[in-house]
């Protein structure tokens, strides 16, 4: 069984014994980073401390759920007979994404931005030419974006020297 150290992110099964399957109805698991290995008041044996990062039951995502876990190292005895074997190293896999410009004309951006309320507002009221290198270009920055998804409007970058706004 491969060691498993503070830092590691994991997969517990251990509130769901009989199996560890990670997609479908039957999938029952914590995943989340190892903060520390120990003897939590309380608990009768070591745990794993677990940051939970997701909660999975029945396959689905619970999105209400405790932000610490504590699941028992694998190899404690259990009363009865057997060992817990119910935390797993995951490896955590990189994902990339580009984005392709695609341009948008400017008489178009407003009615894209704000589908409500759009014919009030006059795009040279609100954006112009970059006030920083007078570019006249912007990266509409895309919804998966952190500034648009927590900033909640449409932010813009200008292409020729980073500085940004929103619409
Ligand atoms: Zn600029």
Not at 27 to 46: N, T, W, Y
Not at 144 to 149: I, K, L, N, T
Request: with cysteine.
């Amino acid at each position: 069984m491969e060691e498993i150290k503070v830092g590691d992110t994991v997969r517990s099964f251990d509130f769901a014994r009989f199996n560890k399957e990670t997609e479908g109805k039957e999938a029952c698991f914590i995943q989340g980073e190892v903060l520390e290995i120990g003897r939590p008041e309380g608990h009768s044996c070591d745990c794993y401390k677990i940051k939970v990062a997701k909660k999975v039951f029945g396959g689905e995502i619970i999105e209400e759920c405790d932000d610490i876990y504590y699941a028992p190292v694998n190899g404690t005895k259990i009363f009865g007979g057997g060992v817990c074997d119910g935390v797993v190293k995951v490896s955590v896999e990189l994902r990339f994404f580009k984005a392709v410009l695609v341009e948008i004309p400017a008489n178009e951006v407003l009615e894209k931005v704000y589908p409500i309320g759009h014919e009030h507002m006059k795009l040279e009221d609100r954006i112009g030419k970059c006030p920083e290198c007078d570019s006249n270009s912007w990266m509409m920055l895309a919804d998966e974006s952190v500034a648009v998804r927590d900033g909640g409007k449409q932010y813009c970058e200008c292409l020729g020297c980073g500085e940004t706004t929103h619409l």
